[in-house]
Nanobody
Framework: QVQLVESGGGLVQPGGSLRLSCAAS????????MGWYRQAPGNQRELVAT???????NYADSVKGRFTISRDNAKNTVNLQMNSLKPEDTAVYYC???????????????WGQGTQVTVSS
């Protein structure tokens, strides 16, 4: 069984910073890409940032230059450093991981339960 657990969400003022973390645990053989997505009320879930196993990153245009994704392969964690936060960044943030649970198996996508980020004065 695999679990992804996010942490680090909360309330922050506009212009402030937050750091989200996501730890994958359980029966994991290997992890490929990891990522962060977000969903605001009434909106569809959207990509925020992704990072491959080798460290290549991709960002949504709306967060480029403000957010930084990173990962620690030894700890099976992915982080999202969010700076210069705006009210429109308010959403539930979800991490995911494309991983295998045993040698030779196909990769499957796993999701965390989400963490709330609220940007408000």
């Amino acid at each position: 069984q695999v679990q992804l657990v996010e942490s680090g969400g909360g309330l922050v003022q506009p212009g402030g910073s937050l750091r989200l973390s996501c730890a994958a645990s359980g029966r994991i053989f290997s992890i490929g890409a990891m990522g962060w997505y977000r969903q605001a009320p009434g909106n569809q879930r959207e990509l925020v940032a992704t990072i491959t196993g080798s460290g290549s990153t991709n960002y949504a245009d709306s967060v480029k230059g403000r957010f930084t994704i990173s990962r620690d392969n030894a700890k099976n964690t992915v982080n999202l450093q969010m700076n210069s936060l705006k009210p429109e960044d308010t959403a539930v943030y979800y991490c995911n991981a494309d991983l295998t649970t045993r040698w030779g198996s196909q990769r499957s996508l796993y999701w965390g339960q989400g963490t709330q980020v609220t940007v408000s004065s």
